[in-house]
């Protein structure tokens, strides 16, 4: 296909004169994503993507050639709060058990978990932990304990398909300390397995560095910085801190990044 061709076809879709049968659309979608996929009509992908929608292509098919596919079906992103205080307690105990599931496809949030935790060791919430997550006592108070949520996590994944040997996911952190340090450690005092899926995950950190070529030292504060981002909600609430992973996430794998697993095999 020329590039004279794919020219012409970009002024029909841009003017809005074309009518195109329904019988040369398939036709038509191949010849843009053959160009799209070829680099003919680079420079034209924003205006190509806002057309195809309005002429009935399918968004679908547009959002797919706008970056490329990942490794995974889905991503799982996870951003515990936990008891903490100026000294620290110990043990420290998760407060807040938030997931979203992001269609690695679409890279768009499909499904939410989230509970919060009934701390058993230190059931009182300190005036830091609350300054600090936004979490007050009764938000916890009479919630289930983390052995009860684990068990709805795991009701969770089987409903969402992500139990399916045939479908690939890995969890994503900001950062090592959720699941390499806060989870088993939790899990270990309390006498409680850890599920296999929770033995791999990806550090956004060090997926931001290998994509940005720098290290995000405030974490997501930075990462959005850096990327132009408007941060989502307050610092420090599990379910907010998700959402702004996701949306750094999108914007990177937008940017052609194809995320990998970070952790080392327990």
Known sequence: VSDASGCSMIALLHTGAAKFPQNLLPRARQAVCSLLSAGVLKGYGSIVSRKLASHSFGASMAAMSSFPPQRYHYFLVLDFEATCDKPQIHPQEIIEFPILKLNGRTMEIESTFHMYVQPVVHPQLTPFCTELTGIIQGMVDGQPSLQQVLERV??????????????????????????????????????????????????????????????????????????NLQHIGRPHSGIDDCKNIANIMKTLAHRGFIFKQTSKPF
């Open 154 to 227: 795991d009701e969770w994944m089987a409903k969402e398909g992500l139990l399916d040997p045939s479908v690939k996911s890995i969890f994503v952190t900001c950062g090592d300390w959720d699941l390499k340090v806060m989870l088993p450690g939790q899990c270990q005092y309390l006498g409680l397995p850890v599920a296999d899926y929770f033995k791999q995950w990806i550090n956004l950190k060090k997926a931001y560095s290998f994509a940005m070529g720098s290290w995000p030292k405030n974490g997501l504060l930075d990462m959005n910085k850096g990327l």
